[in-house]
């Protein structure tokens, strides 16, 4: 049974750096092919994706946010990581990892997504 | 980015009824291996999204077949052949074919 469960800080003051933790279980991303994504959603608004790392460590961002992102992964494939620098109240969102198996490009397993506020 | 547009952004529906979701392509999703990169999303209230449709038209394992993906190029179209309480929630078209991947702004299905 896959699952993933992302862990954060739940509130933090602007300018902060904002750190989470992607823990998943039923899948390796040590599988060749296999890629882990983090993606936010506003409050009553759409999604965005905002960064992925593969199994090779390969990792990938969103050109908008690109200099402030940093994703990693545990030697235990079991863990991945995302750190936001310099947020701000726009960063204030739910955010979700969601698994991408070899080749599908789909996002098919998501977790129930943390809610980060951004507030002095 | 590729931008994609969703209408209606809201759908009135009364149970059994069939209705349909467009979403528009500010490019083409078709990728130069041959795929076409186009997925369906539905966010139930308070829940995570949930993948329905990969592929444009291809249904993911668990989902009823009342739900149906078609498309090509710019245009695609989720249709629900038959409308169910649990459908209720915010539909998602998603491009994973032009990086980096992007949502379209959301359809709300709700109950007439």
């Known amino acids: 049974q896959v699952t993933l469960k992302e862990s954060g800080p739940g ?3 602007p300018s902060k750096t904002l750190s989470l933790t992607c823990s998943f279980s ?3 991303l040590s599988t060749s092919g296999m890629v882990v994504s983090w993606i936010r959603q506003p409050s009553g608004k759409s999604l965005e994706w905002l960064a992925a790392i593969d199994w090779d460590g390969d990792k990938y ?3 908008s946010l690109k200099s402030r992102l940093t994703v990693s992964k545990d030697t235990s494939n079991t863990q991945v990581f995302l750190k936001i620098t310099s947020v701000d109240t726009a960063d204030t969102a739910t955010y979700y990892c969601a698994r991408s198996p070899l080749g ?4 098919d397993y998501w977790g129930q ?3 980060v506020t951004v507030s002095s | 980015d590729v931008v994609l547009t969703q209408t209606p952004p809201t759908l009135s529906a009364t149970i059994g009824q069939s209705v349909s979701i467009s979403c528009r ?3 083409s999703l078709l990728h130069s291996n041959g795929n076409t990169y186009l997925n369906w999303l539905l966010q139930r209230p308070g829940q995570p999204p949930q993948l329905l449709i990969y592929l444009v038209s291809r249904l993911e394992s668990g989902v009823p077949n009342r739900f149906s993906g078609s498309g090509s190029g710019t245009d695609f179209t989720l249709k629900i052949s038959g ?3 649990e459908d209720l929630g915010v539909y998602y078209c998603v491009q994973s074919t032009h990086a980096p991947p992007t949502f379209g702004g959301g359809t709300k299905l709700e109950l007439k």
Request: no cysteine; proline share 5%.
């Open chain 1, 61 to 63: 961002y969103n050109p």
């Open chain 1, 11 to 13: 509130m933090l003051q």
């Open chain 2, 83 to 85: 409308v169910e309480a």
């Open chain 1, 104 to 107: 599908a490009r789909t996002f």
């Open chain 1, 26 to 28: 039923g899948f390796s």
């Open chain 1, 113 to 115: 997504g943390v809610m």
């Open chain 2, 25 to 27: 392509s500010s490019q």
